[in-house]
């Protein structure tokens, strides 16, 4: 074993020493510790970027509590990138930041840990969920050559056990790939009765009787150019045993002239011997991993991190001086919390996002007029910088279908607004065009106290908090990634037509995810947050029927604190 293929960097010194203590346990040599505490001077970032030029490093680990810096964090995720060293984070999810962002869904749906996940995986961050995953994670990494392609292939030599792989595997979404059809005769002629030749394979019976059937079976898998990681479901021995030691070095030879990852699971984390420990070190080839669903959560990071391209392209802001120009206009001349609905919407229209045809009306005669030239149904709404969320205080009349029903919305609106405490102004009544959906869409943004600018997209409509569908990718973006994005989704896959159901107007969703990463990464520190809940999708047309745009300002701030 090479000494010292892991750099280990965090903000705090206890924690980075345990991950020491418990690597070297496993005989994984730690090259660097660093611990950058406040990080008054040097950040991890900087560390980060000096590991990917160091050659004797293979793989990087960060304890990270904050990302103080976004660009340098992710000029650092670049570098290693392009060194070809992984990078495994274990990250602290509570954010401070982000409490104004609250405000509108996107914030609250928008936690810090899933928008770190959004900018960080892109960059090939491999995150992990504790301490134990960790360790598993860097020993996979660090025993493990990049596998070519993700068929999996695993011996056993218990049907019982057989059953546990499949599961464990299958859950994280890993199949096991078909045997190929020599490999599979040459299995059936040696094993026989009391074995099940598939994948995985159960050596069974053949294999406890003639230990030289099981390191054959090993072998012609190892051998196989069909197969890409080989699991082999087996304990170290605790304490000296002759045969399984002369086997494991057997298989250590067999690996390192194999190319491939060579895993081997023990399915219980029961700890290390002395002797294990030290049995380990000497299979500089084999990564050997303690506990099945740790150790199937590493072999997915492993396929996920062989799946990255190496470079990364930045993506800037493709919107058009017109818009920019509609943006700084709004921002200077705002005064709330949030700008306006009327406002907040001729932003977006700006931004190329598609908007419901609509007209603001200050009589119930001009809302007829509207409604008429709009054409039937259509919607009211009450219009008020002071009112946030429209619908809790009955602000929204929906199916409009004449112009007597429009009068009647239009004085039940203005009566219930008279009667809310604190009196706040009604700028007037929207009267929209009623679009039928098929399905309702949320397509937000939000500003990231840690991670900078996210765009986010999901199911929409009241189902907002209960569904929790939502994924979320830094901004900006274009329209590939948009397309990435949304198919991340529940609301992704009734899009592109689910059950036989005709396929929706993605374009129209792709186009209000570009816009809307366009405008928050354009807006700089300015927005907070950007929520369209709902946009409103057909197979014809999608359209944001409502926006609220929270600012980063003092107004804002204020807000958040009451």
Do not use: W
């Not at 907040?344 to 009589?363: D, F, H, N, V």
């Not at 995810?513 to 929520?531: F, K, M, P, T």
């Amino acid at each position: 074993m090479e000494q010292g293929a892991v750099a280990i960097a965090g903000q705090s010194g206890a924690i980075v020493m345990a991950i020491r203590q418990a690597l070297e346990d496993r005989g994984v040599g730690v090259g660097y510790m660093v611990t950058t505490g406040n990080e008054a001077g040097l950040e991890t970032p900087d560390l980060m970027r000096y590991f990917a030029e160091d050659p004797s490093i293979k793989v990087i680990v960060v304890y990270l509590e904050g990302v103080r810096n976004t660009k340098a964090f992710r000029d650092a995720c670049k570098a290693a990138r392009a060194a070809s060293k992984p990078v495994i984070a274990l990250k602290l999810g509570a954010s401070e930041g982000g409490r104004a962002a609250a405000m509108a869904h996107t914030g609250a749906l928008a936690g810090s840990i899933e928008t770190f996940d959004a900018v960080a995986t892109r960059e090939g961050v491999i995150r992990v969920g504790g301490l134990d995953e960790l360790i598993e994670t860097t020993e996979c990494f660090v025993h493990s050559a990049v596998p070519k392609g993700d068929r999996l292939a695993a011996v056993t030599l218990s049907g019982g056990k057989r059953g546990m792989l499949l599961d464990a595997f299958y859950a994280e979404g890993l199949n096991f790939a078909p045997l190929s059809p020599h490999v599979g005769a040459e299995l059936a002629k040696m094993l026989g009765p009391g074995s099940i030749v598939g994948n995985p394979l159960d050596a069974g019976f053949a294999a406890v009787v003639d230990p030289s059937v099981y390191m054959k079976s090993i072998k012609l898998m190892i051998d196989d150019p069909d197969i890409d990681i080989v699991i082999v479901d087996a304990e170290l021995p605790k304490a000296p045993h002759e045969l399984r030691e002369r086997n494991l070095r057997i298989v250590d030879e067999m690996a390192r002239q194999g190319g491939k990852p060579v895993i081997y699971i023990s399915a219980m984390s029961i700890g290390f011997t002395e002797f294990t420990k030290s049995l380990r070190k000497s299979l500089p080839h084999l990564a050997v991993m303690q506990g099945m669903d740790r150790a199937v959560t590493a072999i997915k990071s492993l396929l996920d991190y062989a799946r990255l391209r190496k470079e990364v392209p930045d993506i800037v802001s493709s919107s058009k001086p017109a818009a920019r120009a509609v943006l700084e206009k709004a921002l200077k001349s705002a005064s709330g919390a949030a700008l306006d609905e009327v406002a907040s919407k001729k932003l977006l229209k700006a931004y190329g996002i598609p908007i419901s045809k609509e007209a603001i009306a200050q009589t119930a005669a001009e809302a007829v007029k509207i409604a008429k030239q709009i054409g039937f149904p259509v919607v009211a709404k009450l219009v008020s910088a002071e009112i946030l969320h429209k619908s809790d205080i009955g602000g929204v009349v929906l199916n409009l279908n004449s112009a007597a029903e429009v009068k009647k919305a239009f004085a039940d609106i203005t009566a219930r607004v008279a009667k809310l405490k604190g009196k706040p102004k009604l700028d007037g009544i929207l009267i929209a065009q009623q679009v039928k959906a098929e399905l309702e869409l949320v397509v937000g943004a939000s500003l990231d106290a840690e991670m900078g600018p996210v765009v986010l997209f999901g199911t929409g409509g009241i189902d907002i908090e209960l569904m929790k569908d939502v994924a979320l990718a830094g901004a900006p973006l274009d329209e590939a990634e948009a397309r990435l994005l949304i198919g991340r989704t529940k609301a992704g896959i009734k899009l592109r037509g689910y059950r036989g159901k005709p396929a929706l107007h993605e374009a129209s969703a792709v186009k209000a995810l570009v816009g809307l990463s366009n405008l928050i990464a354009d807006a700089g520190d300015r927005i907070a947050s950007i929520d369209i809940n709902p946009f409103l999708i057909n197979t014809r047309t999608g359209v944001a029927v409502d926006a609220l745009i929270v600012l980063n300002n003092a107004a804002a701030k204020r807000a958040a604190r009451h």
